[in-house]
């Protein structure tokens, strides 16, 4: 069973005394494809299952660099039976997209905001990737297309997430509790980083949900 992707070597004996030997290489949880080699196994039929998580549509496996017809359906494992051999490789293929996701209502907290996620990574807007501009004064508009670019981050390379955003102009609230809404906004570029990464690089604010713009 294969259900944590991530680069590793395996090298162990089955319950009937068989000798097994895998290989794993990938770049996950960055890129969604999977590679797996087969080093050492028993001349008899086995299964594999790979898991192919909810966050993605259209999964795509291969054997041998030839598509195969297996079920690869989201949420669920999918099996792969045959007579394995020394040399045989299994890719898998997950697509990732960045997706905004948005709470159910009744999380009043997060009503008209979004989160924006890619694969198994949530991300962050930091107040670093938006210097001179208040984070809180972002808005995402629902059309708004993430694009996926390498950063470094404190000696790690990671995923960061590029798109369009509308900054509204900030007004002082002194001495004001209501005020007509503000319709002065800029579109500005934005950058995201995984949220685990945050305040890496100094201190900063962060925020995971952002207010939408439909």
Partial sequence: ?????????????????????????????????????????????????????????????????KPENIKAISGTYAEINRVWKKGDVIELNLPME???IEANPLVEEN??????????????????????????????????????KPINIDGADMMSLVGNAKIVEPNSWKNVLYRPVNNSSK????????????????HSEMSVWLPVSK
Avoid: H, M
Wanted: glycine share 8%; hydrophobic share 40%.
């Fill in 1 to 65: 069973w294969f259900n944590l992707y991530g680069g590793n070597n395996l090298t162990t004996k089955l319950a009937d005394g068989s000798k097994i030997s895998l290989s794993e290489e990938t770049n996950y949880p960055w890129d969604g494809k999977i590679k797996i080699s087969v080093k050492e196994i028993g001349n008899k039929a086995y299964s594999v299952f790979l898991r192919i998580p909810a966050w993605t549509q259209n999964a795509q496996i291969s054997i041998n660099g």
């Fill in 98 to 100: 960045a997706t905004l």
């Fill in 111 to 148: 009503r008209n905001q979004i989160a924006v996620k890619r694969g198994p990574i949530v991300y962050c807007l930091e107040s670093t990737d938006l210097p001179g501009k208040s984070i809180f004064n972002a808005f995402i508009p629902t059309t708004t297309k993430f694009e996926a």
């Fill in 187 to 202: 579109e500005a570029e934005i950058k995201l980083v995984p949220y685990f990464a945050w305040g890496n690089r100094g």
